[in-house]
């Protein structure tokens, strides 16, 4: 098994093991949380599991990353977060120590969200049986009427808004984890985006959003396109990347549209009050260096172009492994 | 860390780690689920981990485990399950066809339970970094109007009912784990229990319902004494257990009090409808073999006390550490 590690093996895993077997619509639309009726309300349902390593990286730990990772998938759909559940994989010889680091990032980033943990489970395995700590976080938010935001949504003609910088939080745990000496310290950028979600539904007409987590911003364009039959050109000099990320993804041979995210979100808005969602998106300060990337458009459906800095242009394609495994 | 698996230590953790940092009034209850209000539905939420090695024992898997394991905490409060989400993590090298198969039988559970797998994840892990694969499941669930089943609602004078045999899974695990000789087969209870809770609250009054997985049946009997301050008294000649998991506990020195069950719930019930509780689960083929073992009484409270065959007593107490680690 090389599958499951955010590349095209892991979309291969997907297509022919788990839909074929839990077949429902739901699961088939392939959004980053399921939404469920539970008597009038429409609850959003999510759930990742966090294996990254080290547990501890500049501007973050496993902790934090685990509940911001799952309020972002809540939000992804609109939805307000109400409570999350924690499960922890423990390796027997941790030290008490990092556990309560952990647990106490957790509960300080659960607080800044506004949502409890409100239930949750512990599993301790003997050594070499697991690496250390692997948390699996999962939440429930409440979905408001109207809302309906999916990738299947995008329209052509749709503008492409991106909250910020990217590739920060990958570039931060591979710097770590490598001892890769490098000018200037790269952080992780994990944070809560459900705020930032409300202003911009508040501000224009959102039909897609994404946090480009694991596969980055490249396999988030590849997987709405696909997912809306729409055609997605991208201007690969409007998409802001920090310069020590850039020189340590050029070190390190990565590209930084396909390295994970952690605290970003990409939105395809409608036309019309684009402008005014993203004026909404840079007041605050999760979005404050929000830039438009592109459009959606009516050409080459499914397919996400990028054009180069040098006038040409790439069409995007999913990695075949993902480049940075244990990232999140 | 030798923490947290299932015994007095993981009590140790939950009070002095997890609760004191996750503070608030839902996770306090301490009962196997959350209940959370959504609109003016209210949610069951709950989470396990599933770390049983090896993956394939007699009677089941760690997948259908995972899944009736899940909707059997939702059931402990009365909810209607209404949708799974399970994470994977998976040690490279686990063979395709092993995951298929804990996959399918996955499927089939969700499918007998009459529920959905609707979101999901998936992460792969180098080798030695996990041990073959690990399941995490999150269930929500509808907590039908007026319901208030609760480990603190058990009362002085409830009926304490047990819908059949004990010690089942544990020893089904342990003896293949073992490769221990035994005389006829031991397998897994694992089996889904909202249609037999469902039975039995149209029949009576139930106050209090756990499950009996980790820790077994008397880790559940202390838990609910100290929840709901009850004492609690109950006959070691009642119990049902099968010939051959008494013969493997002797065997290994186990005591089956504290051995888990897949399969089997333990009931405080009003006592005026007890019988009628009692008939409805022999009605059903989960709770065929139930019978009444105890009673809630307001002596010794907080405390729970085992009649033994020959007529002595002895209070029951959390075993310091789990006798049998990694069987869900």
Redesign the interface.
Known sequence: ?????GGRL?AQ??RE??LP????P??GRLDD??V??????R?A?????F?V?PLFFPGGNIGELAVNGTVNDLAMCGAKP??L????????????EE??QV??S??AA?RAAGV???????????R????KL?V?T?G?G?VPEGAAISAANARAGDVILLSGTIADHGMAVMTQREGLEIEGEIRSDTQALHGLVASMIEAGEIHALRDPTRGGLGTSLCEIAAAAGVGIEIEARAIPVRETVRGACELLGIDPLFVANEGKLVAFAAPERADAVLSAMRARPEGRDAVAIGRAVSAHPGMAVLRTEVGGSRVLDLPFHEQL??IC
Chains 1, 2 share one sequence.
């Open positions: 098994m090389g599958h499951g590690s892991t895993l997907v093991l788990f077997a839990f077949d429902n739901v699961l949380q399921a469920v009726a539970a008597g009038d309300a609850v349902f999510t759930t990742d599991s294996v390593t109400l409570a559940a924690a499960a922890f994989i423990v390796e027997e010889g941790l030290a008490m556990l309560a647990v106490d957790m509960a659960a409890a943990i409100v239930t949750g489970d512990t599993k301790v395995v003997n070499h049986s697991a690496d692997f699996t999962t429930i409440l495994p244990r």
